[in-house]
């Protein structure tokens, strides 16, 4: 009996080169863009961040109406340090004063984002 041929379609899967290629004109896409970023050509968002020097505690808390208790709590800070703030015992290292100062603007967002 004769064996008969079966047709082979190509295959509709891109191949490891050309999927290497697509990569590579990605790559080379944001390298140009870039270097027109860096030659001023293109505009990019850019913020300038301003961390406080000083921070008052007990007026961002009394803002949100919480007891120092409460404001430790509702933000994952330790009472203690919270009470020595309000007490310039201790001054808030500069990581803390900008969570205080997002926590002062935005209170709502670092309750969803620290949410469990």
Known sequence: MPKSETSKKPSRKSSPRERGSRFGDRLVAEAQEAA???????ERN???????????VAAIRARLELSQ?????????????????????????????ILLAVIAKEPDAVRRALAA
Not at 36 to 42: F, M, Q, T, V
Not at 70 to 95: N, T
């Open 36 to 42: 027109a970023a860096l030659r001023s050509e293109i």
């Open 69 to 97: 208790a409460a404001f430790a709590k509702s933000f994952g800070l330790d009472l203690g340090v919270v009470q020595a703030w309000e007490q310039k015992r201790r001054r808030p290292d500069r990581c803390a004063r």
């Open 46 to 56: 850019e913020y300038e961040i301003k961390v406080p020097g000083e921070t008052e």
